[in-house]
C-alpha cells in the first residue's frame, strides 16, 4: 500500500508541475525530460503532454541582426555607381544560418578568414556568414541580383528546365539546386518572365541567399568537407583557381570580432549600410 501511495503522490506532483508551467526555457524543457524519466521509473506510463514537452526542441536563440562590413567590390561599386550590396540582404543571412554553421563543427580553415571564429558570440558568427555570401556574391556575380549567365563552353541540359544551364542570381544558382538542396525556385512561373526580371524566384535575394546557404551547409557540414574544397559547388571556392584569387580579395575586411591581423585601413570601420547610404545619396544628386 505505501508502494502505491508513493506512485501516486509522485503522478499528481508531475502532472500538477506541467499544467502549471508557462513558455519553457531551455533549462524547463530539460527538466521535463527528466520528469518523463522519473515517472518511467514508478512504472507508470507518461502522458502524451509529458511526452510532447520532453521531446519539443530547445528554441533558437534570437538573432539580433546588424550590417556587415563592406566588402572592397561593395565599396568601389559605391564609388563608381553601381549595384550596392543591399543591408538587408546581411538579415537574409544572419537569421537564416543554421545552428551547425556557428558551432565547433565548422572546418578548421574558416580561420584563415576569421581567425577568432571558435571564440566568437554567435551574433559575430552570423555576421561573419553575412560578410563571407557578401564577398561570394561579389566574385561570383559582381553584387548584381539579377545576373543570368549562360558559358557556351558549358554544355550542360538543365534537368528542371530542360534547357542549357544557366548560373543566376547573386549566387549563380540553377532550377536544379531546386531539386538537389530543397531550395524555393519556381521554374513554370519564372519561364514566363524575362531573364532578368527581378520578380523570378531565382533572382529574389531572400531565395537565393537561403539555397546558397544550403549548399554550403552541404559542404561543410554534411560532407565534412574544408570551406575551400577542390569540389566545392562555387570554382570561387575551389583552391589554386583565378576564381578563388577574386573571391580572397574580397575576404580581407571581414567583422571586427574575427580578429583578423591585417584590414583594409579605408574600409575598417565601413559597413554594407554606411555604403548602401552614400550609394543612395550619390543617386539623388544625379
Known amino acids: 500500500m505505501l508502494r502505491a501511495w508513493?506512485?501516486?503522490?509522485?503522478?499528481?506532483?508531475l502532472l500538477q508541475s506541467l499544467a502549471f508551467a508557462g513558455p519553457q526555457s531551455n533549462s524547463a524543457k530539460s527538466s521535463s525530460g527528466k520528469n518523463v524519466e522519473a515517472l518511467a521509473a514508478t512504472g507508470m506510463p507518461a502522458t502524451p503532454d509529458m511526452k510532447a514537452a520532453a521531446s519539443e526542441?530547445?528554441?533558437v536563440a534570437p538573432v539580433d541582426p546588424k550590417a556587415a562590413p563592406a566588402t572592397p567590390i561593395d565599396a568601389k561599386k559605391a564609388e563608381l555607381g553601381g549595384k550596392t550590396w543591399n543591408p538587408d540582404w546581411d538579415k537574409i543571412v544572419e537569421q537564416a544560418i543554421p545552428p551547425e554553421m556557428i558551432s565547433s563543427r565548422v572546418p578548421h580553415d574558416v580561420r584563415r578568414f576569421c581567425p577568432n571564429f571558435y571564440r566568437?558570440?554567435?551574433n559575430d558568427k552570423r555576421v561573419f556568414w553575412a560578410y563571407f555570401f557578401q564577398a561570394l556574391a561579389g566574385a561570383e556575380a559582381g553584387l548584381n541580383p539579377t545576373s543570368n549567365v549562360h558559358h557556351s563552353?558549358?554544355?550542360h541540359i538543365d534537368k528542371v528546365t530542360?534547357?542549357?544551364e544557366h548560373q543566376e542570381g547573386l549566387l549563380q544558382l540553377t532550377f536544379e539546386d531546386n531539386e538537389a538542396y530543397g531550395c524555393d525556385f519556381d521554374w513554370q512561373k519564372d519561364r514566363k518572365l524575362p531573364p532578368?526580371?527581378?520578380?523570378?524566384s531565382i533572382l529574389q535575394p531572400r531565395n537565393n541567399l537561403e539555397c546558397g546557404i544550403k549548399i554550403l551547409d552541404n559542404q561543410i557540414i554534411s560532407q565534412h568537407k574544408p570551406l575551400i574544397y577542390k569540389r566545392s559547388y562555387w570554382s570561387t571556392l575551389q583552391p589554386g583557381t583565378v576564381s578563388y584569387r577574386v573571391f580572397a580579395k574580397e575576404m580581407t575586411n571581414p567583422?571586427?570580432?574575427?580578429?583578423k591581423p591585417s584590414r583594409p585601413r579605408h574600409l575598417k570601420d565601413v559597413t554594407t549600410a554606411d555604403v548602401h547610404q552614400q550609394a543612395e545619396e550619390a543617386k539623388a544628386e544625379q
Open 153 to 155: 563552353a558549358m554544355v
Open 6 to 13: 508513493i506512485k501516486v503522490t509522485v503522478v499528481c506532483a
Open 255 to 259: 567583422p571586427a570580432a574575427c580578429e
Open 57 to 59: 526542441p530547445a528554441p
Open 196 to 200: 532578368h526580371d527581378p520578380e523570378r
Open 120 to 122: 566568437m558570440s554567435d
Open 162 to 164: 530542360g534547357q542549357p
